[in-house]
């Protein structure tokens, strides 16, 4: 199905789910040169009307949807809980699948809709915008270009103010919370594009429930890998104040920055062995350890900008469908993400430490 | 001894090791009205030397101190591992002893060195000078008077970044390592004065050995305690960038600040529920969750600055000494700090998370 091209030569491409990642899709299929958008589904009578008011084809069923031959993929945004059913129907039907992230909400379901996939002949694939993100492409640059010596420590955080928008993700049967939200991006980021090959040891993970006591309204998150390198993730949605986006600790340096990168710092060491420190006085007391660095043993270098194109991600998996490229967001990554998410809610359920295989 | 004060109507001290600590605890006792300082005496020739250029009397031998019958106490402030010998030695000989922190290395050491002071019927006390920093008292403030609401998460980062300036501090023998030198500093700001009564549930850590493989150059700790409350503790000496030196979170509102209080910041919400949040365009993506709140919902308020003098701890010691007060620096919090210590390096060793008991 989808195997030869619409008329322009674009594949196409329908949304099930138009809420506002669904409208994400419907800009982001809208602006590239790769697909088609032929049409909407949503269950909500307010949605398919706000579809015909932008002058959004629709469709009148999720069944119609399926009958459409046309059709390249279909890409699902719905609640994360609905992924599976729909993701199934579609792939049972021949059609290719781009759900919305999190994947969904078990690996017990990721592998059925994994097998499914195997067995129908279909691509199946997620959507995971982040890893187009300016700011994680400029820290992963940091990172690999060895600016700061051998890193050791990485610190990536997201903090709200707003707890949990009043909505379906505020539900645990509809797999609400902020790991599946958000947790899912920051992993993915470090675990699948930026450390892929890093061996992980073990995870400890706390949840927050300040605003909700269904699911997690923020969760700290320490992943231990080999070679001494830890990775902490934090979401939160209680955050006032904004610690920055990205902390990073290497040998000879450290990064610093929240979302914007123009507030965002490098410093790095141009001289370890330095003269005998003199103490500093710090509020009741005297440091040396902490006595700040003078000027002539560090340097400030400025954060390298990478262009990037979430457009990308559409490229891609128009080749993908055409069995030019490999998808970009693979089976294995999915699970990788999907377990380490479980992991973490074990970890905070038991007050352990859990080691990860 | 020491029953009898001196002819001014102070009480006479004298201080072992005249290192950096030492040097502070000279400029201490000479600055307040309750003590003098009969005279000093360390091991290494430069020190005795140092301090006869700046006409402070020294003694020539330890022999000579625990001889010199006008002390009302000795303080010692040596290597860490040199307090408890030393101890020993002045409260056998019915000396009062202050040491400085950490009060020593382990539990068992510091449970003979409570055993000593109860069997000599000598005070026995530790310099935890660190109470009295500003930046402390005002976030103990804001938190008591419930400023941001019930306190669910605070962070207490002391980071450097000249690794562990070079002397014994470096070295395991000597009981070096940033835990013990800074650890339990912040860890009994905590536990011992804004948290006392507090149960600790669990401990989990982890150490950094990046400029030093004998000791820990620092360490990460999260302490979970009853009713949802979670301390984190962190020591570095290898961050070129420092995070705030404190980050509290209440359910209405966080603080955050460095040492120096005149940069930091109070933010609290004046209205949680508000209208309908317009996603932003963060990065590659759209959030509502992450939509920075509107100044209409949220107000700043000054950090409030406390008066605090360090002097007070020699004054209560005083005090303490005449029977008139009780110490400040309990044998019981003294031991909860070395426990939680040593199951933070248990932690470390084992990768787990420890209960607390």
Same mark, same amino acid.
């Given at each position: 199905m989808g195997a030869v091209n619409g008329m322009n030569g674009k594949k196409n491409a329908a949304i099930v789910g138009f809420g506002g990642m669904g409208r994400w899709h419907w800009h982001q299929i809208t602006k590239n040169e790769v697909f088609d958008l032929l049409g909407v589904y949503d269950i909500r009578p307010e949605c398919i009307e706000y579809a015909e008011r932008k002058g959004v084809a629709t469709y009148s069923s999720f069944e119609e949807v399926l009958s =459409?031959? !046309?059709?390249?993929v279909i890409v699902i945004a719905t609640e994360n809980d609905q992924h599976k059913p729909l993701a199934l129907a579609a792939m049972e039907r021949g059609h290719n699948v781009v759900t919305e992230?999190?994947?969904?909400?078990s690996s017990a379901d990721l592998d059925e809709m994994i097998e499914a996939s195997k067995r129908c002949g279909v691509l199946f694939t997620t959507h995971q915008?982040?890893?187009?993100?300016g700011d994680f492409l400029s820290v992963k640059k940091v990172i690999e270009e060895g600016l700061i010596g051998r890193v050791f420590n990485i610190e990536s955080r997201v903090q709200g103010?707003?707890?949990?928008?009043? =909505?379906? !993700?505020?539900k645990k049967e509809h797999g609400g919370g902020m790991m599946l939200d958000w947790g899912v991006h920051l992993l993915d980021q470090i675990v699948?594009?930026?450390?892929?090959?890093r061996k992980i040891e073990s995870v400890y993970a706390t949840m927050d429930h300040?605003?909700?006591?269904?699911?997690?309204d923020g969760f700290r998150m320490t992943i231990m890998m080999e070679g001494g390198m830890r990775v902490y993730v934090e979401v939160g949605t209680s955050n006032f104040i904004e610690l920055p986006r990205w902390y990073v600790q290497g040998e000879n340096g450290t990064v610093s920055t929240p979302?914007?990168?123009?507030q965002g710092r490098i410093v790095c060491c141009t001289?370890?062995?330095?003269?005998e420190v003199k103490p500093i006085r710090t509020a009741a007391g005297i440091s040396k350890t902490m006595a700040p660095r003078t000027d002539d043993t560090i340097k400030e270098v400025p954060i390298p900008l990478i262009d990037s194109d979430v457009h990308d991600f559409y490229r891609n998996l128009a080749a993908a469908i055409d069995g030019k490229a490999t998808q970009l967001v693979t089976h294995e990554q999915l699970r990788k993400v999907m377990k380490l998410m479980e992991t973490a809610f074990e970890s905070d359920r038991t007050g352990q430490a859990i080691r990860f295989n």
């Open positions: =459409d031959k !046309r059709l390249d992230k999190p994947v969904t909400v915008n982040r890893r187009w993100d103010s707003r707890g949990i928008p009043g =909505d379906w !993700r505020g699948n594009v930026l450390l892929p090959d300040i605003t909700n006591s269904e699911v997690d979302w914007d990168l123009s001289n370890w062995e330095t003269a």
